[in-house]
């Protein structure tokens, strides 16, 4: 009952402290306490300390001339990375459905996200046969042709981590895979799976995101699976340009 209570009383808070962050929607750039308590029904004091808590994380911050706050840097960093994101994901779009058409197998994109892979798109194969990844969904980056590809090209301190907490891949591995351009696995998401990841860069050739092809070993051939990993490297290059435009 204790934990339940507990529990309960966190989420409020949680609660109470987005209704702060919600009052600047409405066009406000900058408000006072008063004006905030106001908005959100509570009393200054209890404001005053969701508003301490907020701006200690950098969601908040406060102009010392007037006293009044305004969105911090960490709700501008967020916007970013939601931006970048979707930008990358418009851009590659229309490429996955033509990979789709050509192939009908599942196409995908990953980014890099907390030590995973995020799939950011996908566009699932027609055929009852079929692996399913949702839209959000984190899978490691050891395992896979998508994963192991995002993974080889990443920060050599993010690689170091990702092996030290996932064990599977080797530095070997990787340095197999940057060489090559591209990544093949077989029977690492599932018996009888296939799969294919090339890297896409940004300008700098910093990588950005993976593109994925995957299915099933009787239909990924490897007359295919040569097939797909050409089509997916013309495809990486076209996204990165238009990126760069």
Partial sequence: MADSTKSESTSRTLEHGLDVLMCFLKNHRELSLTEISRTVGRNTTSTYRLIQTLAEKGFLARNPENRKYFLGMTVKMLGELVDDKEELRLA????????????????????YHNFKRL????????????????????????LGGGGTALLAFLPPKVQAAVMKSEPGISPEKLREIRKKGYAVSYDEMGQGSVGIGVPIFDKNGRVLAALNLSGPTNRLTDDVVTRGVARLQEIAAQVTSELAS
């Fill in 119 to 142: 799939c950011i798109d996908r566009i699932e194969s027609t055929h009852p046969l079929r692996q399913t990844v949702l839209v959000g969904e984190e899978l490691p980056l050891t």
């Fill in 92 to 111: 590659a779009h229309p490429y996955l459905v033509k990979v789709h058409r050509e192939f009908n197998e599942n196409v995908s994109v990953y980014i």
